[in-house]
T-cell receptor, first 115, second 115 residues
C-alpha cells in the first residue's frame, strides 16, 4: 500500500493476555518507530529500528514489551501479560531517512483496550 | 531535559476566524528540529512542517503559517480563515539531534471549528 498499515486497528484483551501488533511500513523506508499514545496525551516514543537493527528501545515501559523487525520491513510489537495501564493507541511510523530527521509517515494506530 | 508545552488544551472558533496554536519547547541542544503534526479523528498523524534550529525564517503555506522564535523558545502555528476541515488535534514536537531519533511531543491542542 501507499501508506503505513497497522493491524489490528482495535484489540480488546483481558488482563494477562499476550497481544501482538503489526506494522507494515512504507516500502523501502529504512527507519521505523513505535509510539504509545494514551488517551488525551501526545505520543510517547517506545522504540526505533534502522532496517532490522533495534537501535533504541529506551522508551519501552517494561520488559513485558518487545519489538522486532527481523527482515527490516514488517515490525511487530508484542506485549506480554497485558495490564490495564497498557491501554493506549500504539502508533507506528516510518521514514526514508536513516537519521529520522525527514518526514515521518504514521499509521492510523492500533487501539488496545485491556479489561 | 527536553520538553514541549502546548498550554492550550482546546480552542473553539467559528469558521473564517484566524487561530494561533502555541508551542513552547525546552532543550539544551543547539541543533534540533521542530515539527507540527495534525491528528484528525481517524487517528493517523499528518506531517505539516519541519524546521531546524538554524532556520528562524517564518514560513507560510497556504492558510498555514509558522512563527519560530529561538529567543522565546516558541514555534507557534497560525491558521488563517479557519475551516471546518481544520478541526483536529494538533501536536508540536521536538526532535533532538542525538543520532537516534526520538520525537518529544506536546500534549496537543484540540481545535474545533464550527460552521
Amino acid at each position: 500500500g501507499a501508506g503505513v498499515s497497522q493491524s489490528p486497528r482495535y484489540k480488546v484483551a483481558k488482563r494477562g493476555q499476550d497481544v501482538a501488533l503489526r506494522c507494515d511500513p512504507i516500502s523501502g523506508h529504512v527507519s521505523l518507530f513505535w509510539y504509545q499514545q494514551a488517551l488525551g496525551q501526545g505520543p510517547e516514543f517506545l522504540t526505533y529500528f534502522q532496517n532490522e537493527a533495534q537501535l533504541d528501545k529506551s522508551g519501552l515501559p517494561s520488559d513485558r514489551f518487545f519489538a522486532e523487525r527481523p527482515e527490516g520491513s514488517v515490525s511487530t510489537l508484542k506485549i506480554q501479560r497485558t495490564q490495564q495501564e497498557d491501554s493506549a493507541v500504539y502508533l507506528c511510523a516510518s521514514s526514508s531517512s536513516s537519521r529520522g530527521t525527514g518526514e515521518l509517515f504514521f499509521g492510523e494506530g492500533s487501539r488496545l483496550t485491556v479489561l | 531535559a527536553q520538553k514541549v508545552t502546548q498550554a492550550q488544551t482546546e480552542i473553539s472558533v467559528v469558521e473564517k476566524e484566524d487561530v494561533t496554536l502555541d508551542c513552547v519547547y525546552e532543550t539544551r541542544d543547539t541543533t534540533y528540529y521542530l515539527f507540527w503534526y495534525k491528528q484528525p479523528p481517524s487517528g493517523e498523524l499528518v506531517f505539516l512542517i519541519r524546521r531546524n534550529s538554524f532556520d528562524e525564517q517564518n514560513e507560510i503555506s497556504g492558510r498555514y503559517s509558522w512563527n519560530f522564535q529561538k529567543s522565546t523558545s516558541s514555534f507557534n502555528f497560525t491558521i488563517t480563515a479557519s475551516q471546518v476541515v481544520d478541526s483536529a488535534v494538533y501536536f508540536c514536537a521536538l526532535l533532538m539531534n542525538t543520532g537516534f531519533q526520538k520525537l518529544v511531543f506536546g500534549t496537543g491542542t484540540r481545535l474545533l471549528v464550527s460552521p
